[in-house]
Structures are given as structure tokens and as C-alpha cells.
């Protein structure tokens, strides 16, 4: 147990739909990092906050959005959902913004787009 | 723009004998490297990291893996297989300074009997 949380475990929902997945990440890590993992896409980094704030941009689609609250956790909002957003969404996180830190990863959030 | 290559989808060695993953990297400047490993169904499971220092470096589990800058690979190694060493093994690259972490597509290992 890597003690990075998410919710739910699985989605499944229809095309052109909102959905919003939740992270808690370890005990005192300031750094939450979403990935996206799928068959054709493998591995892919979204987005980062660092503290409640945004620190990096990956290959994140203007339909979806992120944040990170006060009390650390963070949310990923997926909208206008396409078939092709099935996947697999990670949540990682990291004690501190520095490159030399290793990122744990959550369960993960298994979303199907009907 | 930063990458890496992971060569084979899949690698497949017997019970006892020693395995190798591979894994090529591109970065600008001095690189951090990881290996991470995923069972089915679960998330990635951090395994050993390459900050500086001695070019060997030992993770859990009995791997380790050896950092060539000159060839700029970090191959992941283990001794002796086991069985439930199956899965599925990611390389990654972070540069010093950098914020994003790129990862391989995954090699997937199978330890048979």
C-alpha cells in the first residue's frame, strides 16, 4: 500500500458526460502528479500541483481540469467525455517539487466511456 | 524534449536465471532515472532510483540497475528470477530541474518454471 488514495475505483459512464476522480495523497507529500494510462497512449503525464498550486503541464486535453485544495487533496475533472477517454487515471505523489523525489502511485481510477 | 526507450514489450526467462530489462534514455543536462513495476490491476510500486553517485544501485525486491552515461541506459537487472517477479517493469526519466516525469511503454516479464 502505497497510502495514496482514490476514488472511486471504477466509472462507467456515457459519452458527453462530467466526471471528477479524487486523490489523497501520502501523509505529508506537498506534490500531486495524474496520469493517464491506456493501451495505445501508455503512460502518459497530465498535470502537476505542487501546494495547491499548478506546477506542470503535460499532455492534459482542454476538457479536463484539475486542482489541488488546502487540505492537499486533489481533484480531476474529466468533461465532455469521448470513448477515447477510457483508461486508466493514476494519481502519484511526492514529498517535495524535486526531481530527485520518487513519486508514489495510487490504485488508480478505471473510468469507461459508454 | 526528454524520452525513453524500453526495446523489448517482452522478456521472458526461466525460474533461477538471472533477467535484464532494458532501458535507453534521452534528456537534457543530468538525468534522474527510475524503475517502477505494476502488477494487474494495481498501481506502480516505486523499485530503485538513479540520483548521482555510484553507477550501481540496489531497489527492492533483489534488483538493481546500472546507470552507463555513455551509453545512456539504465538496464534493470536481477540475479535470480522468481516467479512472482511477473509483471510489468516502466522506466522513467526526470532531468535535474525538470518538473515532468516520461516513462517507457513497459516491458512486460514473464518468470517461468
Known amino acids: 500500500d502505497s497510502g495514496v488514495t482514490q476514488t472511486p475505483k471504477h466509472l462507467i459512464t456515457a459519452t458527453g458526460q462530467r466526471v471528477t476522480l479524487r486523490c489523497s495523497p501520502r501523509?505529508?507529500?506537498?506534490?500531486v502528479y495524474w496520469y493517464q494510462q491506456s493501451l495505445d497512449q501508455g503512460l502518459q503525464f497530465l498535470i502537476q500541483?505542487?501546494?495547491?498550486?499548478?506546477?506542470a503541464k503535460g499532455n492534459i486535453l482542454e476538457r479536463f481540469s484539475a486542482q489541488q485544495f488546502p487540505d492537499l487533496h486533489s481533484e480531476l475533472n474529466l468533461s465532455s467525455l469521448e470513448l477515447g477517454d477510457s483508461a486508466l487515471y493514476f494519481c502519484?505523489?511526492?514529498?517535495?517539487?524535486?526531481?530527485?523525489?520518487?513519486?508514489?502511485f495510487g490504485p488508480g481510477t478505471r473510468l469507461t466511456v459508454l | 524534449a526528454q524520452s525513453v526507450a524500453q526495446p523489448e514489450d517482452q522478456v521472458k526467462v526461466a525460474e533461477g536465471n538471472p533477467l535484464t530489462v532494458k532501458c535507453t534514455y534521452s534528456?537534457?543536462?543530468?538525468?534522474?532515472l527510475f524503475w517502477y513495476v505494476q502488477y494487474p490491476n494495481r498501481g506502480l510500486q516505486f523499485l530503485l532510483k538513479?540520483?548521482?553517485?555510484?553507477?550501481l544501485v540496489k531497489g527492492s525486491y533483489g534488483f538493481e540497475a546500472e546507470f552507463n552515461k555513455s551509453q545512456t541506459s539504465f538496464h534493470l537487472k536481477k540475479p535470480s528470477a522468481l516467479v512472482s517477479d511477473s509483471a510489468l517493469y516502466f522506466c522513467?526519466?526526470?532531468?535535474?530541474?525538470?518538473?515532468?516525469?516520461?516513462f517507457g511503454t513497459g516491458t512486460q516479464l514473464k518468470v517461468e518454471l
Open positions: 538513479y540520483i548521482t553517485g555510484d553507477n
Open positions: 502519484a505523489s511526492a514529498h517535495r517539487d524535486s526531481a530527485g523525489y520518487e513519486q508514489f
Open positions: 501523509s505529508g507529500d506537498l506534490s
Open positions: 534528456v537534457s543536462g543530468n538525468p534522474y
Open positions: 522513467a526519466v526526470r532531468p535535474m530541474g525538470g518538473n515532468k516525469l516520461t
Open positions: 500541483y505542487y501546494n495547491g498550486e499548478e506546477r
